[in-house]
């Protein structure tokens, strides 16, 4: 992973925090579908990310640059 490459949250970490198939009530196939952010930068050490968000049911708000480990992460589409 690196600076530039659009990511999403892995379905683990989704259903972490309630948005699966077995919560109907929050689970939106095409949110999830849409649900996306762009690194935008290295934590500290090679496992951490920052990562802006976009139409993440997670994190919705497109001001928010969280961090995540990999583990967090899935690559959709590698940057330049």
């Not at 690196?2 to 196939?29: C, F, H, I």
């Not at 949110?31 to 762009?38: D, L, M, T």
């Not at 290295?42 to 802006?52: D, E, F, M, P, T």
Request: aromatic share 8%.
């Amino acid at each position: 992973m690196k600076v530039g490459d659009l990511v999403r949250l892995t379905p683990k970490v989704m259903a972490d925090y309630g948005v699966s198939p077995e919560n109907p009530s929050s689970y939106n196939p095409e949110k999830i579908k849409r649900a996306h952010g762009i690194i935008t930068g290295k934590g500290a050490n090679q496992n951490l990310h920052y990562v802006k968000w976009f139409n993440c049911p997670v994190y919705g708000s497109p001001t928010s640059h969280l961090s995540h480990s990999t583990r967090e992460l899935e690559v959709l589409s590698e940057g330049w």
